[in-house]
């Protein structure tokens, strides 16, 4: 059964801090995406990672791949209060199929 | 594109009734997704379509839930008869084969009295 955990759940963090949110699934899959989502909304895909080693940054988000760990990391770098909402991973099973992480919840606080 | 559509966006029904949850993937993706999203369970893959056909359902948590794709541009997800343990936030999304991300509807919120 293929499992997607991340951690922490829940993470509060003031405004200028940086922090890592992990990702860590247990079967073997190249292509990890990051998601987030608003109270209320929808998901938005932020990330798309197709290899291991594949690193990909927007903003003040930085997202990377290491296969062989089976690990993921989103890092938060200097937050600011519109990076509140929750994050979630997801790993692509057998091509197009995805599984989501049970997503961390993020407040940034002023 | 209008994106991934999705209707209605709220339901509330009693328990007992017929719910049938609505979508139309984006033109050109040949992958659709039924998703659940609720507090105690997070995002289950219900039932996924490949080119209209259904490729694995083993995520429908009872006979109670159906999904078909009758075309490329439409989906519907089906309970009969709701109970409230149903009530949850069911997503649609639809992907393209190999270009990577799947992309998510605004969601229907079921609400099952």
């Known amino acids: 059964e293929l499992k997607v955990e991340q951690n922490p759940l829940f993470l509060s963090m003031q405004e200028g801090k940086n922090y890592t949110i992990y990702c860590n699934y247990s079967t073997t899959s190249d292509r990890l995406y990051w998601y987030r989502q608003d109270p209320g909304k929808s998901l938005e895909s932020l990330f798309v990672?197709?290899?291991?080693?594949a690193v990909k940054q927007e903003g003040r988000l930085m997202a990377s791949l290491d296969t062989k760990a089976r690990l993921s990391t989103l890092h938060i770098t200097a937050a600011v209060h519109d990076l509140s909402a929750t994050y979630f991973c997801?790993?692509?099973?057998?091509?197009?199929?995805?599984?989501f992480g049970t997503g961390t919840s993020l407040t940034v606080i002023p | 594109d209008a994106g991934v559509i999705q209707s209605p966006r709220h339901e509330v029904t009693e328990m007992g009734q017929e719910v049938t949850l609505r979508c139309k993937p984006i033109?050109?993706?040949?992958?659709l997704f039924w998703y659940r999203q609720t507090m105690m369970r997070g995002l289950e893959l219900l039932i996924y379509f490949n080119n209209n056909v259904p490729i694995d359902d083993s995520g429908m948590p009872e006979d109670r839930f159906s999904a078909k794709m009758p075309n490329a541009s439409f989906s519907t997800l089906k309970i009969q008869p709701s109970e409230p343990r149903d009530s949850a936030v069911y997503f649609c999304a639809s992907s393209r084969f190999g270009t990577a991300e799947a992309f998510f509807g605004q969601g229907t919120r079921l609400t099952v009295v």
């Open positions: 033109s050109g993706h040949d992958y």
């Open positions: 997801a790993v692509d099973m057998y091509g197009n199929q995805f599984y």
């Open positions: 990672l197709l290899s291991n080693g």
